[in-house]
């Protein structure tokens, strides 16, 4: 059973107590979590659930489809599209009804092209733009036009969007709501399921909402579908298998560092992940940020052996700082300088120890170079591992 523990705020010392209250009331309805999420896009935490679709522009409200009105659609400059559906789960068929909504609702989507969502979006925004392009560069000035265009394109055409359910009091787990999807089409996308339990204090009515994707042992924090041929295919987000991407972030990762690096090098990169995780269980984790990357971390998340850029260039951020940490300081510097010889670069400490790498000629070098030494590199982790693990016995 999920448990929420109460916040406090703590203002000029004084301790303000909130308690759990439902949203449904007449106070708080449907309509109330809509407008919330509308305003403030970053309630939502879609960069915990796919990178890619961060840093959303609120578009419309009730953008009409075929099958409905969408509560909720976002776009950020990249051309990545988010669908917000809010439901109060009242009961189990309200449960059912609300995935096979918002299923149809990216079908109808994808049978659109960027002239369609265009118009369609435009008649339920309310502002004074007059193309999706002017909405989004009021956040985004930088944002070339013909690149935002060709990538909603790209998106609708392929089913690329990001499906959220919001609501209070979920309870069904994510395999049982499978049972409740009966469409079919061409798509590929993510549906999370998102809460945002409210928290009121009764003498301010000060009101704290504390967001979560569900993610406990029943319930699958991210699924992907693909819907093939009046067939549904299903998988719960396996770490071990990089052969292939499992979310729309790695996909997009993939392509990005494939046009980088090429194919063959790309493959390559899959095939060291997918190797990490089955010697060391050293997991590719997809990034944060404007660019693309896939950081190496250890099983416990504690540790950070590298993060790969999407143009390939290889980034490293505090191994010393958390070895540091560990009792271990001497194991991140050890990786680092190890790491150096190995590739014929140099150890670089002349930025905040929470920076210090490995760069050639003072740039990072390219996953392309690791590559030429991928066995060692894994000996290499597999050996700061066992040091820190070392260390923090002995603490």
Known sequence: MKQFASPIVIRSGKISTFKKTSLNTNKYDENWIQDICFRFPTLLPVEEIEPVFGGMIPVCRELATESGQIDLL??????????GECKLWRNPEARRKVIGQILDYAKDLSKWDYLMFEEACLKSYIGPQNSLYEIIQQYYPETEEATFVDNIQKNLRKGRFLLTIIGDGIRENMEEMIDYIQRNNHLSFTLALIEIPLFENAESNEIVITPRILAKTKEIERVVFKVLDDNLQYSKPEINDFTRAKSITEKIFF????NNIGKANSIQ?????GQLYNELKVVAKPGRGRKLSMNLKSADDSFNFGSIQEDGEVIFYAIVSKTTEKGARHAGIDYLKKLADITGASFDDNNNEWFWSVKRNGKYLNITDYLKHRDAWIRLISETLIKIKGSADNL
Not at 74 to 83: A, C, H, K, R, V
Not at 269 to 273: G, Q
């Open 74 to 83: 976002f776009i950020n400059e990249t051309g990545f599209i988010t669908i």
């Open 269 to 273: 990169t899959r095939e060291f992940l």
């Open 255 to 258: 392509e990005r560092l494939e």
